[in-house]
């Protein structure tokens, strides 16, 4: 079953520093991706003149119903208020999803799985 629609799963977009938008998403800028021994895949944005910041990804399926995604960000100037959205364009077939929530993260100052 296809999982994706549109711009992908687990997509960067809406990456902002106080008072300035870095593009549309990071589909729009220049990137490599590679497969890693692991099975694992990492895309690079490198950082560059108008966006100072490295972003990488590491998709990792961690059993066919998880998929793990871990962000890191490589400052390479002040990023003051710093934000990233994720977003997820999913086939219609696919209805359910959940994220993983660390402690701090809710209410109740709990991690777990969150709709």
């Known amino acids: 079953m296809r999982l994706d629609a549109s711009n ?3 997509s960067y977009y809406r990456v902002f520093t106080h008072g300035k938008r870095y593009g549309g998403g990071a589909w729009d800028w220049p990137c490599s991706a590679r497969l890693l021994g ?3 895949v990492e895309i690079v944005w490198r950082a560059d003149q108008g966006r100072p910041f490295e972003l990488r ?3 990792q399926w961690r059993r066919p119903d998880t998929l793990d995604l871990t962000t890191v960000i490589a400052a390479h100037d002040r990023l003051e208020a710093f934000e990233v959205f994720l977003a997820s364009y ?3 077939p ?3 999803s959940l994220v993983w929530t660390g402690p701090g993260s809710s209410t109740a100052n709990q991690g ?3 709709r």
């Open 38 to 40: 692991s099975g694992a």
């Open 112 to 114: 777990g799985f969150r």
């Open 94 to 96: 696919f209805t359910n």
């Open 57 to 59: 990804a590491h998709y």
């Open 90 to 92: 999913c086939s219609d």
């Open 8 to 10: 992908g799963l687990l």
